[in-house]
């Protein structure tokens, strides 16, 4: 029975069914989960352009790099004015790379 006050918070499923420590592919596995990171990556930079888009000319981005070794880790910040709104987002250096190749997402950028 568990004591009062503990509730589980979230249900994940595990791809194919497995549970970790079963007889699943490992390399499956990590196939799967790489596959979930990426696309994920892929909705988060689709979102930023997209609100950098809809903005015009009222939006401004702002990139700095947070850190550098092990990994390039830079800080974007979407500002849309108009809608008194402000985000900030984590990104690695290839996802940086593929929202500035966005269209309209390079003229965002503020320089400091």
């Known amino acids: 029975m568990k004591p009062s006050g503990t509730y589980k918070i979230r249900y ?11 007889s699943a592919d490992p390399i499956e596995l990590a196939i799967h989960r790489v596959a979930l990171a990426e696309r994920r990556t892929r909705r988060i930079v689709d979102s930023i352009s997209d609100e950098l888009r809809d903005g015009g000319e009222r939006s401004s981005l702002r990139i700095r790099r947070v850190f550098e070794t ?15 709104y402000q985000r900030t987002t984590l990104l690695g250096r290839e996802a940086l790379e593929e ?12 320089a400091d």
Request: proline share 11%; hydrophobic share 40%; aromatic share 6%.
């Open 12 to 22: 994940q499923r595990h791809p194919y069914g497995a549970i970790p420590g079963s």
């Open 70 to 84: 092990p990994r390039e880790i830079f800080r974007v910040e979407v500002a849309r004015p108009d809608l008194g």
């Open 99 to 110: 929202l500035l190749e966005s269209d309209g997402v390079a003229t965002a950028v503020v």
